[in-house]
């Protein structure tokens, strides 16, 4: 017996809104990034945002850590470095940006990601995937140059590269043969340690130490700090293992994607970002191609069997 249609979807509604919170605080983490850290302390604060986390996160790894063979932990820690990449383009190119733009320009990804899928796949990605990236170029060139013909800030530029980089890291996860069995809860915290121990290093030669820069924290710093730890990382990320098994991928990806607007609606409110007329069209054909692009690109299992074919090419053949 089918449940009753109210119940049906007062149950849909409930798994949807910790996903939604996800993207919800995902979109603060910019604004949060610019209230703890500046240029010369972007790379101190990382030690601590995911200094943090790793202990926690750790304590429930354990036993999925103790099983992971050596290819497993190189595999993993190669990502790890490309993380790091990330983090480091991203959080610096948020304290030289607004908030609102960090986070429309990092939507991208989702357009560069199925871009790089055909590219290594050698086939063409479909005409509409290709408009929507076309609308989304358009779109940041007039959001990063407000309506203007300026060149687009450091700041822009660095958020843009870590698109890119995120993109290659979505691509390299799932092209790795080494991680592709492994528990997402060992190979998360193998990446999260390493980028937090390449953190590690550069700080000792770049700004403050990660202490230094934590005994200055006042009570509200040390609040948006732990809002990047627990909530922007550590609850985001059990949130996500949850739903892919609680709700379809497909809506997942959805109800993430709307990180961006939160993005611009935290920059806009509580951080008084301005934007002009011509700035503000911008950010809308960001947020439409990001979302046309996802409905117009290659299916997912599309994308595995050429992922596939492609490694099968590349072995060598028997002698």
Do not use: K
Request: net charge positive.
């Amino acid at each position: 017996m089918r449940a009753p249609l109210s119940m049906s979807s007062s149950s849909s509604v409930l798994r949807d809104l910790p996903v939604l919170l996800v993207a919800v605080v995902w979109g603060s983490s910019f604004l949060a990034v610019q209230r703890v850290a500046g240029p010369g302390t972007a790379v101190a604060m990382l030690v601590l945002r995911f200094g943090l986390v790793l202990p926690l996160l750790g304590a429930v790894a354990w036993p999925a850590l103790r099983r992971l063979s050596r290819a497993e932990w190189l595999g993993g820690g190669a990502l790890g470095l490309v993380l790091s990449g990330i983090f480091l383009l991203e959080t610096y190119g948020a304290v030289h940006t607004s908030a609102t733009n960090a986070g429309l320009i990092i939507s991208l990804a989702m357009v560069f990601t199925p871009l790089g899928e055909s590219a290594l796949g050698r086939t063409a990605p479909p005409r509409a995937f290709l408009a929507a990236a076309g609308l989304a170029v358009l779109g940041v060139a007039l959001l990063t140059g407000d309506g203007g013909l300026r060149p687009p800030s450091l700041g822009d530029l660095l958020v843009l590269g870590a698109a890119l980089v995120r993109s290659a890291f979505v691509l390299a996860t799932a092209r790795v043969r080494a991680v592709r069995d492994t528990g997402m809860l060992a190979l998360t915290w193998v990446q999260l340690a390493v980028a937090t121990a390449v953190f590690a290093v550069v700080a000792a030669v770049v700004g403050p130490s990660p202490w230094t820069l934590a005994s200055s924290y006042g009570p509200g710093q040390w609040a948006w700090l732990l809002h990047l730890s627990l909530f922007c990382t550590l609850f985001a990320f059990f949130v996500q293992m949850w739903a892919v098994r609680a709700t379809s991928p497909s809506r997942v990806s959805l109800l993430l994607g709307t990180e961006p607007l939160w993005a611009a609606v935290f920059g806009i409110t509580i951080a008084g970002n301005r934007m002009g007329p011509l700035a503000l069209v911008g950010g809308a054909l960001v947020l439409v191609a990001t979302e046309w692009g996802r409905r117009t690109a290659p299916a997912p299992c599309q994308a595995e069997a050429e992922a596939e074919a492609a490694d099968r090419e590349s072995e060598p053949a028997p002698a």
